[in-house]
């Protein structure tokens, strides 16, 4: 049966879901799964990630077409996919039209290969983190409803196989630049990852660099838009996926988002959480473990501040995307210091930010010391809004956070580690130092790219 009405690039078969798909009901989304990247050379991107970040490669799918490699840390899960060399270099022809609904991998997967298990391949000439993948309670039924409210669907439910059961998949895109999302269900699969991947490490024994290490889990995902186009990604994520508004700032306007614009800085950012929306509907025991939740900002820039770090994604990714992935640490100073010294180059702010008589007393107030965040560029935001008084200093609600330079070749994504005293939000004077340390940066990029003469030259230097 085709039921390709013209959304979805596959003719395909497809057994009619047992359960009546709802026309107004968005996808029941139960957990985030992992985050995808593609990136032209796979192995340094995972190195990095294993000897910098402290990531572990656990699983990894190698044949011959394709490179797809899982590394984890707490329940924050990688997978670097390696995407297809545009100048033809190792190009393997995209999967036939006629893909097909089941795949059996392992040792009685017969000839077929796909090159990208659970993704696109995605056409991108730079490399790039393009796929938050959900785990849902049922693909069929979400892909169902979501075809129906219009969602543009890349690979149909899919059913992968082996010896430890089967999952199932689709893609779809989002309303973000190169954003899509794989929706999956692993419930009958009883091995480690997913189908056609070789579980390289079971046990990811607590090491040193764990315990100084403390990363448990993706905090937030933040994408950079386009002007004017934060109200239809919000729109987009509400209907579909049953996303809610969460609000950065108490007097953050409900249309405007929480909005900086002045002295330089032209920014608004709108924030959205998923999990406790999703709830209608889930019946996966996993959810009543009640996992910590990853919030998803929008981040447009205004145009009254002159160019700023969301137009130069925009430009150097070539389209809008995920411009950083916050990971919460549990103890951001051992982080970080653990990090740059395995080589993590991070941004600071002047160091006359630590050194400012408020700021300074913000800090020892919270318990810290202002040379020790200096050495790391740690910025610490204290919320204001909060009612505190002298006793209720050990209450006071903070976060703290550092932020990496670009992690690619281009100046695109980067990373960034939170560890969260209280304080849900996103701290406005963090915010401000931030941008100021990449705006200075992207200064230098400029005066590099001048001397070096060569983009590849100027992009050496950001690594
Ligand atoms: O503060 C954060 O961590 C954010 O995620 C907000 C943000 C978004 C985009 C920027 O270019 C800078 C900061
Ligand atoms: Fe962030």
Redesign the pocket.
């Given at each position: 049966m085709n039921i390709n009405k013209g959304q979805g690039s596959f003719a395909f078969g497809h057994a009619p879901s047992l359960i009546a798909s709802h026309p107004n009901m968005a996808a029941y989304l139960s957990r985030l799964h992992h985050i995808s990247l593609h990136v032209l050379n796979a192995e340094k991107i995972a190195n990095d990630l294993v000897s910098k970040f402290k990531f572990n490669l656990f699983a990894a799918r190698l044949t011959d077409t394709s490179r797809q490699l899982a590394l984890r840390k707490g329940a924050a899960v990688f997978v670097v996919n390696e995407r297809p060399d545009r100048r033809g270099l190792n190009e393997v022809r995209n999967a036939p039209a006629s893909y097909p609904h089941r795949i059996l991998v392992g040792k009685h997967a017969g000839g077929h290969q796909s090159r990208c298990l659970y993704d696109i391949s995605p056409s991108s000439s730079v490399d790039t983190v393009s796929n938050v993948c959900f785990e849902v309670e049922d693909v069929e039924r979400s892909f169902d409803a979501l075809r129906d409210l219009g969602c543009n669907f890349l690979v149909p439910p899919t059913t992968v196989e082996d010896g430890n059961g089967r999952v199932t998949y689709s893609v779809l895109k989002s309303v973000v630049g190169n954003v899509c999302h794989t929706l999956i269900d692993r419930t009958n699969y009883k091995g480690a990852f997913l189908p056609g991947f070789d579980v390289l490490q079971k046990d990811c024994s607590l090491g040193e660099d764990d315990k100084s290490c403390p990363i448990t889990h993706f905090d937030?995902i933040?994408y950079a838009c386009p002007r004017q186009t934060t109200q239809q990604v919000m729109r987009w994520y509400e209907h579909l996926f049953g996303f809610q508004r969460f609000f950065i700032d108490s007097n953050e306007d409900v249309d405007e988002g929480f909005v900086i614009n002045q002295e330089g800085i032209g920014l608004r950012l709108t924030a959205m959480e998923y999990w406790k929306c999703s709830k209608a509907g889930i019946t996966l025991p996993s959810l009543n473990k009640k996992e910590p939740d990853c919030k998803f900002?929008i981040a447009e820039s205004l145009p009254e501040q002159g160019r700023n770090q969301v137009d130069t994604f925009l430009e150097k990714h070539r389209a809008p995307g995920i411009q950083?992935i916050?990971l919460y640490t549990k103890d951001i100073v051992s982080t970080s210091q653990i990090m740059a010294e395995a080589g993590v180059q991070f941004f600071s702010p002047p160091f006359a930010y630590y050194t400012e008589v408020g700021k300074q007393h913000e800090i020892e107030e919270a318990g810290h010391n202002p040379q020790i965040l200096a050495q790391h560029g740690i910025l610490l935001d204290t919320n204001l809004h909060q009612e505190s008084s002298p006793q209720s200093r050990e209450n006071r609600r903070y976060l703290l956070?550092v932020f990496t330079k670009p992690i690619f070749a281009e100046d695109t994504f980067f990373l960034?580690l939170?560890e969260r005293r209280g304080a849900t939000g996103?701290g406005e004077g963090n915010i401000r130092a931030l941008w100021r340390s990449v705006q200075a940066h992207m200064e230098n990029e400029k005066l590099d790219y001048k001397e070096a003469g060569s983009p590849e030259a100027a992009a050496q230097t950001v690594q």
């Open positions: 937030h933040t900002v950083h916050g956070q960034e939170i996103f």
